[in-house]
């Protein structure tokens, strides 16, 4: 069965986006992001949103978007520290925010992909992590139990796909994006190429399975998060023009 092939973003989000939605979005600080996706959900004006995803971008951009609006109540990520905005809402007690380890974060979505409920885990033991979570006891170790985690909603970027849905990511773009994608009861993917042709089966990422929609972003804008820039060596102390 072929995916669905929007024109555009806002398209995409037509008929799908309601209040009240839990939302899992790919991406790594602003690596990654489904950029048009998420300011199509912005233009959206949905409320109430629960937001799954590594952290919430910085001010101004990615899913800091949303936070400006006040368009999210619960965020479940694993990073605060870009996001001035997302720092003072929680601290303010605007927004509701459940931290996860970044690891335990990746598996709660892969389970939830998988059809798993939950799983357990040495991560958070004895922290703040484990306050009211079941554990047990394996081999003389102590395991915290997590739930797996699924979404109404996931939006995702990939660098190609085919007709079929079938996604291929880039390098270190590819982060959450994959496990974000199965744990979604609906997947939208941006994408900056479309094949009319089957991607190759060895190269495939994400199966289109898991993918309901595609839109194809050009030049989608990609920020910077932190600039880190050395002097050429030509204009360094000492160095020869």
């Not at 997590?146 to 909603?153: I, T, V």
């Amino acid at each position: 069965m072929k995916t669905i092939l929007c024109r555009t973003a806002q398209e995409t989000l037509t008929s799908v986006v309601t209040d009240g939605m839990t939302i899992a979005v790919g991406g790594f600080g602003l690596c990654g992001i489904p950029s048009e996706l998420i300011r199509a959900l912005h233009d959206s004006h949905a409320t109430d949103l629960t937001v799954i995803s590594n952290n919430m971008g910085v001010d101004g951009a990615g899913l800091g978007l949303l936070l400006e609006s006040r368009q999210v109540r619960k965020v479940i990520a694993s990073y605060v520290g870009e996001n001035m905005m997302f720092a003072d809402q929680y601290l303010n007690g605007d927004i509701e925010v459940e931290f996860n380890p970044q690891g335990t974060l990746a598996e709660r979505l892969r389970a939830g992909g998988a059809g798993i409920a939950g799983f357990y885990t040495r991560t958070g033991v004895s922290t703040p992590v484990a306050t009211g979570k079941p554990t047990e006891v394996f081999d003389g170790e102590t395991y915290l139990f997590e739930r797996s985690l699924r979404a109404d909603l996931s939006l995702v970027h990939a660098h190609t796909a085919d007709t079929y849905g079938n996604l291929t990511y880039r390098r270190t773009a590819r982060n959450f994006n994959p496990l974000v994608a199965a744990a979604g009861v609906v997947t939208i993917a941006e994408v900056e190429n479309i094949s009319l042709e089957a991607l190759d089966p060895e190269v495939i990422v994400t199966p289109g399975i898991y993918v309901d929609r595609v839109v194809r972003v050009l030049c989608p804008e990609k920020h910077i998060e932190q600039r880190t820039v050395r002097p050429h060596p030509a204009h360094e102390v000492g160095g020869v023009q």
